[in-house]
């Protein structure tokens, strides 16, 4: 069902007359007014209606993941929210982000979920909590720890995800064991910002299993609350699956604009909850779309959004409340970006987290890179005429600064760089067959299968087939030399090796290499279907119908490239332990790629990929670009003319570039991994170096790459409709 253009902004006059004042009051109740009274706040519900203390709350609400946000914006974008008129934060905890390896937990720095809380609750907001244990979110795995797919784990690639599978439920229990107590402080009895806390996350996409949802309850009174309103999420059509009926738990919908009618949708919530128990509240409410690689950029209709918008405020004698996706989207950075499918096609999604949202991935107002009317500034003027408040006014647009061209002088190719790479010594994981990805202990990055053919095996050509679809990108080399590509959307796993002649070493026939990139999991997936194992799938590599043993196994997690050193005759000596993420969520840890050392040769026109490239560039103290904040200005790093790899900058891992996919054909730089005097680029470039080895520091975000203009729809739905690609298959119904 759909929205009528004529329904959504008929009785907003009368509407609005007759409720301001009420809704003025209820939304201009702050969270720091109740965290400076003696006695904590209580939320209750009556009459439909939420109420706070007894007087009525309308909850007007913006995701924000500070999981895609340099830590050192995180005061900035939280302003920025709430002067577009926020009075809630909905806040999504992904496990994997704090849980990187089993029983190693994260809670410093970019991982400081409760210093979130507390500057959400300084900027005087409500926060709305959704701890998962699974969050989709267009994340790497839906939040899902990698691990819970290695063998090497209790149930590890067999339990039954997002199911009472006892196996599965025991790793829940452990992580929310750790992550509640941390919260506690945080709930709204407690005097904290936390009105609610979400149980899973659109659950009914994955059937009825009503003993996990009540596990997930006792668990959470059990941890953190006896107390807090728990709630679940889902699109009206398979609402009635994901949550459990009348008083156990409070359900709302999630839809975007035009994709239901508002009467329908909480029609269906309030069917599902207790009598008078249902203020209707859309808690995922799209101010834009997701995009993929190789897809137009997301660009939704600014007036199908505002109209909308005022229709749900202005419901139900304004008891409506509802919740942008997104308010501030971020970015991707590193290996975090999750993934979609469509049938049997892999669809990557781009390293930017704009979202086409109405604060930008830099912070910015009015969608930069991607056009359309301003969606920032027309939402807040009606959130200001709605209720009636003064807001507060909006923080100075980012600085941005256009450093200039990048010369990449030094390079060295992969093979020369492998040794090094390994943790605990420069050779290889020996293994009679190959396994994928996380049997290594790995959880991102790529990995190299490397194996000797039998002499003579290549004296004709021959066929090598994976036994299985590659996750996600593999690249087979004889000799060093290219052969072929297979990606993980085709349905052929097979390619055809060009003969080779005799040649081989010593007894030894022809190096195989198969290098793999891992560029993201599938970020939704329900019971054991949902595992998206990165690497090799098969053990069973052939060649000419005959199995491939005695491999060796590079798993390249690239998780600190700290010592880089370029010879003369540009090769490489790396020092690179694999340390574990501690401070950012990037390929790299914060470390700086200080200890670059060596001459500034070129490393010559020819140098096959794969391959480092290395340029550095000055930034002069006494006349640099600041920001409000006093960080010097953001920039966006141009891949035009590169193929397909990976960027750092000072150590700081941006995320994949692939220009030759687009839309995007740029990367964002937040001012903050910015220095001083001597900086640098670092790439990695998997498919094409051009001729000109360099990059743009630009001051312009740009999304407007070969896969064609952006999407000019008319809403969310006539882009995406109902939603499917979001949920890959599985979209509402």
């Known amino acids: 069902m759909r929205c009528h253009p004529t329904a959504l902004g008929g009785m907003a006059a009368t509407l609005l007359l007759l409720h301001a004042v009420g809704a003025a009051a209820a939304t201009a109740t702050s969270a720091a007014a109740f965290a400076a009274a003696k006695a904590p706040p209580s939320l209750t519900i009556e009459a439909d209606t939420f109420l706070l203390d007894g007087k009525p709350l309308q909850i007007i609400s913006g995701s924000m993941h500070y999981f895609r946000i340099h830590p050192d914006y995180w005061e900035d974008r939280l302003e920025r929210a709430a002067a577009m008129g926020l009075n809630t934060v909905e806040v999504y905890i992904p496990w994997n982000f704090h849980e990187p390896y089993p029983g190693e937990y994260l809670w410093r720095g970019w991982a400081d979920v409760e210093r979130w809380l507390q500057l959400i609750q300084d900027q005087g907001m409500w926060v709305v909590l959704r701890p998962g244990p699974y969050i989709c979110a267009e994340w790497d795995f839906g939040g899902f720890p990698w691990w819970l797919a290695s063998s090497a784990v209790s149930g590890g690639g067999t339990m039954r995800m997002r199911t009472s599978d006892p196996a599965y439920l025991a790793h829940v229990d452990h992580w929310w064991a750790q992550l509640f107590p941390r919260l506690r402080r945080f709930l709204l009895e407690e005097g904290g910002p936390v009105l609610m806390v979400q149980m899973e996350n659109e659950y009914g996409f994955c059937g009825e299993d009503k003993e996990y949802l009540r596990h997930l309850v006792n668990t959470t009174r059990q941890h953190l609350s006896q107390d807090a309103l728990l709630f679940t999420t889902d699109p009206p059509g398979v609402a009635a699956r994901g949550t459990l009926n009348g008083s156990e738990l409070y359900t709302v919908v999630d839809f975007g604009p035009g994709w239901f009618a508002p009467d329908a949708a909480f029609g269906v919530q309030r069917s599902l909850n207790a ?367 590169w193929g397909k790899g990976l960027a750092w900058v000072n150590g700081f891992a941006l995320g994949w570039y692939w220009p030759s996919q687009g839309p995007q054909m740029t990367l964002y730089v937040p001012g903050p991994v910015l220095r001083a005097g001597n900086n640098e680029v670092l790439l990695l470039e998997l498919e094409h170096a ?28 006539a882009a995406h409709p109902a939603g499917a690609r979001r949920h890959g298959a599985h979209g509402p119904a």
């Open 275 to 641: 009598p008078g128990k249902s203020p209707p509240f859309c808690s995922e409410f799209y101010s834009g779309w997701l995009t993929h690689w190789g897809e137009p950029m997301a660009n939704t209709s600014t007036d199908a959004l505002l109209r909308a918008t005022q229709t749900l405020l202005e419901y139900a004698n304004s008891t409506g409340s509802l919740s942008f996706y997104m308010a501030h989207g971020g970015t991707n950075f590193g290996f975090w970006a999750g993934a979609g499918i469509d049938g049997t096609k892999y669809l990557a999604h781009i390293t930017s987290y704009d979202y086409d949202c109405p604060i930008s991935e830099a912070g910015d107002y009015c969608q930069p890179g991607i056009g359309g009317a301003c969606k920032y500034t027309a939402i807040r003027d009606l959130i200001a005429r709605h209720t009636g408040r003064s807001l507060p006014e909006p923080p100075p647009r980012p600085a941005v600064h256009r450093y200039g061209t990048v010369e990449l002088r030094q390079e060295v190719p992969l093979w020369e760089a492998l040794p090094q790479l390994l943790p605990g010594g420069p050779g290889g994981i020996a293994a009679e067959q190959p396994s994928h990805m996380e049997e290594y202990g790995q959880r991102w990055g790529l990995i190299l299968y490397r194996t000797h053919l039998k002499p003579g095996a290549l004296d004709q050509e021959g066929k090598l087939d994976l036994g299985g679809r590659p996750g996600d990108y593999a690249s087979v080399f004889i000799a060093g030399q290219l052969a072929g590509r297979l990606d993980r959307s085709q349905p052929e796993t097979a390619l055809t090796l060009p003969a080779q002649g005799h040649g081989g070493s010593g007894d030894e026939g022809f190096q195989l290499d198969i290098l793999v990139e891992g560029m993201g999991r599938v970020n939704f997936g329900c019971d054991q279907g949902g595992w998206d194992h990165k690497g090799l799938t098969s053990s069973n590599v052939t060649l000419n119908g005959e199995g491939l043993t005695g491999w060796e196994v590079f798993p390249l997690a690239l998780d600190d490239l700290d010592e880089l050193e370029w010879g003369k005759a540009a090769t490489v000596l790396v020092a690179a332990a694999r340390r574990r993420l501690t401070e950012a969520p990037s390929v790299g840890s914060t470390a700086v790629l200080s200890a670059l050392r060596g001459g500034d040769q070129g490393g010559g026109g020819d140098a096959q990929v794969p391959l480092f490239l290395r340029g550095t560039f000055e930034i002069d103290d006494r006349t640099a670009l600041r920001g409000s904040k006093g960080f010097l200005a953001d920039s966006f790093l141009s891949t035009h003319g």
């Open 690 to 717: 051009p001729d000109r080895r360099e990059v743009l520091l630009d001051d312009t975000p740009d999304f407007y790459g070969p896969s064609s203009k952006p999407t000019a729809a008319g809403s969310a739905a």
